[in-house]
């Protein structure tokens, strides 16, 4: 079983739906749970990070931790066409060094048509 | 914010070349990462350093090295490129902290 697993789509939804974006993971040393987003040909970018479970939000994205469930979601409302990329969920636990280290998911691709 | 420069954005190299992919980042970061992606295959971690002239392997390092000779600067090296590390190669700093790394534009190499 792979540590995280994220489902790599694509995603086509129309201009102005709410996206439901979903990761799931197997390691419980997991603390910091993140999501980035990759526009095409350029580096990922971090969008949003939480540290416990429960909801944190940022404009039209919320990101939600299940730890009991081992379940992170990110929504986007009200989605728009510059929200097309690729989104990849990240988690990190204590690695070498006493540094975090992240584990990464593969990458959902979403297409947000006007 | 941290700034993770990568030098070059497209690359184009021929078999057995030896290349260099340089990284910069201007925040004092210890540690530094080299990733390539590949579509279906994701993020795939080649090297990390947590330190000056210190490295440790990730998951793919074979046919690559590695250099940190200052603490801002993190080169990857293809010893004798070849047409299977054809792909976009990332670079990532962080000050070790649990929330996430910091990641360079890419240079997306081609290997002919």
């Known amino acids: 079983q792979k540590e995280v697993e994220q489902d790599p789509g694509p995603l086509s939804v129309p201009e102005g739906a709410i996206v439901s974006l979903n990761c799931t993971y197997s390691n419980s040393a997991f603390q910091y749970f993140m999501w980035y987003r990759q526009y095409s040909r350029k580096g990922p970018e971090l969008l949003m990070y939480?540290?416990?479970?429960g909801n944190k939000e940022d404009g039209r994205f919320t990101a939600q931790v299940d730890k009991s469930s081992k379940y992170i979601s990110l929504f986007i409302r009200d989605s728009q066409p510059s929200d097309s990329a690729t989104y990849l969920c990240?988690?990190?636990?204590?690695?070498?060094?006493?540094?975090?280290?992240?584990?990464f998911g593969k990458g959902t691709k979403l297409s947000v048509i006007p | 914010d941290v700034k993770v420069t990568q030098s070059s954005r497209y690359l184009v190299k021929r078999t057995g070349e030896k290349v260099f992919l340089e990284c910069v980042q201007d925040m004092d970061h210890e540690n530094m990462f080299w990733y390539r992606q590949d579509p279906g295959l994701g993020l795939r971690l080649i090297y990390f350093?947590?330190?000056?002239?210190?490295?440790e392997k990730g998951d793919i390092p074979e046919g690559y090295s590695v250099s940190r000779e200052k603490k801002e600067r993190f080169s990857l090296i293809l010893e004798s490129a070849s047409t299977n590390q054809t792909s976009m190669y990332l670079c990532?700093?962080?000050?070790?902290?649990?929330?996430?790394?910091?990641f360079g534009s890419g240079t997306r190499l081609t290997v002919v």
């Open positions: 990240a988690m990190s636990a204590m690695g070498r060094a006493g540094s975090y280290q992240l584990t």
């Open positions: 939480t540290y416990s479970s």
């Open positions: 990532a700093s962080s000050s070790g902290a649990g929330y996430g790394y910091t």
């Open positions: 350093s947590y330190d000056v002239k210190m490295k």
